[in-house]
């Protein structure tokens, strides 16, 4: 009784140029209603995030910087569950061929899983970072995980 | 410490689980001990629907009983708040344990499992006004104190820090080792006394040995009758299963039994009810039978609960930390071959990893048994509700009359963390889940605000209620 996932359902927004713009509808893990992305009290939602938006790839991919930026949010907010390494202790493994939620192999759904938190200890992380930090986070698991 | 005094007394003998016949109920082989996967009786279809949030941390949840409808949300800084049967919480706390000392708070918070856990109301409450709490104290260095204070008949809904002052009455101090594994519910069995989750003080192992060790009050349920003068903590329960086995006597070494001998245990701590377990943070008592059940939350590859009759004696044994629930402590791998010590859990349930190398699970784990409270609704009787932390699910734990068996089956996975439950005046299982984290912790204060959980029969559901969002397990 689920609602169908639909990874890229669009919604319609007018840009001040008057183009219409698709941008994706992120939706919680569990139950697919969608998640409010709407930036926090002070957080400007930076181009990349823009971007991630509308293509649904993570700009951040590879980018040196961001990476090891990634690396420290990692440090800070996700090796206490997952460990250094990623193979999960309290938390599920992140390098396994397989994951708890699939979803997690594309970047749209790995956004949706640390944006919006999924079961338990892994929370909605969006009360943690900003959805830039977010980006970059995910930039530096992507290194840690198989291909 | 006193560690070494008394490792002589840990000198432990393996047994095979030597438990009185209790019927049907207590596994007597691994085989027998009920895993994810099962069926309970009664198909309950159950919604977690939302009580009361806004909670900083929350970590324990009790009742008075005393008719009010009122619900006890305990904050890990130190604060019990009052949910008021219109789902209100009260702005001033019931309780504040941040503000009674004028150089600071009573309650040391630096690690997640460091705070105030519990608070338990006398079973005379309403004519005593005695409840008692549990939590680590700063000023004792992380002790776990167990203290007592008075409600003031004409402010029954705020213990004032004055009466508070004036009140207060300390059950129990009792050193930790380490920061972690306090254990931390504290309750009133059905025969009055308090029985008390005390955890093995901490770091991982139990290198204290402090499971299967009878003279520290470490890794065990005790239980202690409080109902004494008040220039007496509290006093031994004659009953208990060592209440004499360190009693001053005179040797006699003959005309004694084997049987005799084995009861005399230098050094054992009369308050002992149970142990050789871990982390005992949550225990119930089933309202309707009085039976026991303990949620004991494992180190890295299984979870146990266990299980007591009304009828038991005490002394039971859990194995800790020679086995954690069916399993060996240490795990190796998956063929580790060790004797079963005392008396088997009547549930287990992996973490993701079951063993040192194992393929990971991709279903039916978790890393943290929170006992939540029995259910007696819904279809359920006598089910022991345990929410797991780290994986959100829900698992029901029940006797089933058909294949003669416990069992356990997931009800649901929740997005939520669980912490801590208990059963309303209605009998209605209750549920905290914070947001609490490890990293970056920037105090008790600083997370997202957690919740208070009512677990209803969906069917019961009525429109405008929020529930949780949860998967159903097939």
Redesign the interface.
Known sequence: MRPAYVLAAVLSVTTAAGVIAQDITFR?V??K?PLDVSPKAGEVLTDQVKEFRKSGQNPYKGNADAVAQGKKLY???C???HLPDGS??????LI?D?H?HDEIKTDVGLFEVVFG?????M?PFS??MTQDEILKVMAYLRTLMKP | MIACKALLLAAVVPVLAVVPVQAQTIPQTPGDVARPGGKIPGNPKLSLVKVADGFNDPVGVSVADDGSGRIFVVERVGKVKVVMPDGKVQAEPFLDLTKTNPLGSEVQTGFVEQGLWSIAFHPKFKDNGYVFVHYSSLPFNGASIVGRYTVDKASPNQITKDQANKSVKVIMNVPQPYYNHYGGRIAFGPDGMLYIGRGDGGWEGDPLNAGQRLDTLLAKILRINVDTPDDVAYSIPKDNPFARADYPQMMSLFGITEEGFSKIKIGARPETWAYGLRNPYMFHFDSKSGDLFIADVGQNHWEEINYQPRSSKGGENYGWNLNMGTKCHPMTGPNDKCPIVGVLPIAEYPHQEPYPGAAKLTDGWGCSAQGLGVANYGGMEKTYMVGDWCSGRVWGIAWDKGTNKWQMQELMQATLQFTAGTTDENGHVLATNCYCFYLEDKGPTANPPGALWRLMPTNEVKPGMEVAKVKTAN
């Open positions: 919680h569990f139950d209603s440090s800070d907010f090796e206490s569950c999960g202790r309290m938390g599920p493994s396994e397989f708890v938190g999924a079961a338990g200890a929370q009360k943690r």
